[in-house]
């Protein structure tokens, strides 16, 4: 498909978004009777975090081990040992207890599997690598603002990115890290000046028009979609000034941008920019959400519980609809929060793996909610109408 240029939308007030993009959308009985995604669980695998799809591999963390599944049949799932990351001794030891795990917020938090079969994950305090044949991670970036990026990002030709994610409560400088060398080496691939964003929340590699997608936050003007070359000699804000351009999971598809806002300050909702730069509202979600993947021809994300004086829903959910009819935006799964304090133990979410999924699954990691408490799930996708 042809890179083609994207028009920078400046977001006007919430309430004047709301009836723009509400009269754009279909009646709501075209959404019915639009196909919509089923699910049916296929597995379950409690102690596991799903991380990234690599074809038909699925890669899932067991604290700082690295496992891998080949996905095909789900009653024959057989998962192998990769490789670990040798954490601090005490690491090793709040590892061990899950609820200790999620005080501490350890394991393995995002992960790339490049095209050599290197890996790059993120870690408490650390950008690891683990190349090809090998069977321990090794640190190549130690973390000194925050303690990890949400999401690292590789592209066909194997670049690796990711963002620097901080309180910043200074508004400070922000980097984007780049390597050219599988994980080798880091340096600064761009720089967002003083004053100008608060952190990065995503890097989205675009495949079909071979670009970056750039996820910032949190307020005013820091909340911005952005598109980049590769090299990031183009970069060019799409949405800005709004907190429904407060982002972290987006999804490219052939047609459009999909993605999910991210803020405690309003209604959150799901949103499409086709290539074109027509945005348009497709859902309102429940809370929340920070994790989109894509299944196919379908797109799906989640949310979290997030305690502010809008948000107030204490059920994680996983939305989902067909590409080829964006209306029928529909929560397909649902999580309540478990009892424990959620400033301390996290809260509820439904992790959904980034990579490229050749498969008819769905992968689910949930935290902090009834039953499933550090568990991924697998559903087999299918369509109804």
Request: aromatic share 10%.
């Amino acid at each position: 498909m042809q890179d083609r240029d994207f028009v920078c939308v400046r977001l006007p007030a919430h309430s004047r978004i709301n009836k723009i993009l509400r009269e754009s959308q279909p009646a709501s009985l075209s959404r019915m009777n639009s196909p919509q995604p089923s699910l049916t669980l296929a597995a379950r695998f409690p102690r596991l975090r799903a991380l990234a799809w690599s074809g038909h591999h699925l890669y899932a963390s067991r604290g700082y081990e690295l496992l891998r599944a080949r996905i095909e049949d789900a009653r024959d799932i057989t998962w192998q040992s990769v490789a670990y990351f040798r954490p601090s001794p005490r690491r090793r030891l709040s590892a061990s207890n899950r609820f200790t795990a999620r005080i501490f917020r350890d394991g393995f938090h995002a992960l790339a599997v490049l095209p050599s079969g290197a890996i790059i994950g993120a870690v408490p305090g650390s950008i690891v690598t683990l190349g090809p044949g090998e069977s321990e991670f090794r640190q190549t970036h130690a973390i000194t603002r925050g303690t990890r990026p949400l999401h690292i990002t590789a592209t066909l030709g194997g670049a690796v990115f990711w963002g620097e994610y901080f309180d910043n409560a200074q508004r400070d400088e922000v980097h984007i890290y780049g390597s050219l060398d599988a994980g080798a080496t880091w340096t600064i691939a761009y720089t967002f000046p003083k004053g100008t964003i608060r952190h990065v929340h995503n890097i989205v590699h675009d495949s079909w028009g071979n670009f970056l997608w750039i996820l910032t936050g949190d307020y005013g003007d820091e909340c911005r979609i952005l598109r980049a070359s590769c090299d990031f000699s183009r970069v060019e804000i799409v949405m800005q000034g709004n907190q429904q351009a407060r982002a972290v999971a987006a999804v490219p598809t052939e047609d459009a941008l999909y993605f999910s806002s991210d803020t405690p300050l309003e209604p959150n909702h799901i949103y499409r920019l086709n290539r074109q730069g027509k945005l348009s509202q497709r859902a309102q979600i429940s809370s929340s959400s920070i994790y989109g993947c894509r299944v196919g021809g379908r797109v799906f994300f989640s949310t979290m519980i997030e305690p502010s004086e809008v948000n107030r829903d204490r059920t994680v959910r996983v939305y989902g609809a067909e590409v080829k009819s964006p209306d029928s935006w529909q929560p397909l799964l649902e999580w309540k929060k478990d009892p424990l304090p959620m400033r301390l133990f996290q809260y509820g979410n439904a992790f959904l793996p980034d990579g490229e999924n050749s498969t008819p699954f769905l992968a689910v990691s949930t935290i902090a909610v009834q039953s499933d408490d550090l568990c991924t799930s697998l559903y087999a996708v299918q369509s109804t109408t």
